[in-house]
């Protein structure tokens, strides 16, 4: 939490108060959280990960940006027997759109690796929730593995979900929250 706070401070530094300034602290403990929870599920080897922060404040363009290079939210987020079936039975190229798939499960549905009940709505909750929340144009991207999820809120307050599937796997996650008029 500290942590989250210090980098929520710091950004107000270069973009003055935040509009939902509790919203980006709770998106920010979330996605911290996730890594030190989720990513490096074997507790030997390197466990690093960044997180950061841009202001354009002459375009009103806030950009936050996690990475890891864990094992991916495709392969943490437990799978319901439907999607286990049509992992064993598709596919290559479905194996791969599979990634996606997983990637927008983890932002629609309450699934955690640590298989309790009050956990896995945080990618919902915490992080998407601070980019729909804006009266403005803001996008969420989340590269995991081989896929790509992607939501976007137009100005009109419309939203949009893009997935894609990725050549090769980035190797962990990267996460992107990208508001303007923030």
């Not at 509790?22 to 996730?34: H, K, P, Q, R, S």
């Not at 890594?35 to 922060?53: D, F, L, Q, T």
């Not at 841009?54 to 950009?63: F, H, K, L, P």
């Not at 976007?152 to 893009?162: F, I, L, T, Y």
């Amino acid at each position: 939490g500290n942590a989250a706070e210090q980098l929520r401070d710091r950004i107000e530094q270069f973009a003055g108060r935040l509009k939902d300034r509790y919203a980006l602290y709770d998106g920010l403990v979330e996605a911290m959280t996730n890594v030190s929870h989720h990513a490096y599920p074997e507790k030997r080897g390197m466990r690093r990960w960044w997180i950061s922060a841009s202001v354009d404040a002459g375009n009103d363009r806030m950009t936050v940006l996690c990475l890891d290079h864990g094992v991916g939210i495709p392969r943490t987020l437990p799978r319901t027997s439907a999607e286990e079936v049509r992992r064993y039975f598709s596919g290559l190229g479905d194996v791969v759109k599979d990634d996606a798939r997983m990637i927008q499960a983890a932002t629609q549905l309450r699934r955690s690796s640590t298989r309790r009940r009050n956990r896995g709505y945080g990618l919902q909750r915490d992080i998407q929730r601070y980019v729909a929340s804006h009266d403005s144009k803001a996008s969420l991207r989340i590269f995991s593995n081989r896929g790509m999820y992607r939501f976007n809120k137009d100005r009109d307050g419309r939203e949009s979900v893009e997935l894609r599937s990725l050549g090769r796997s980035i190797g962990g996650t990267f996460i992107e929250w990208v508001i303007e008029d923030y």
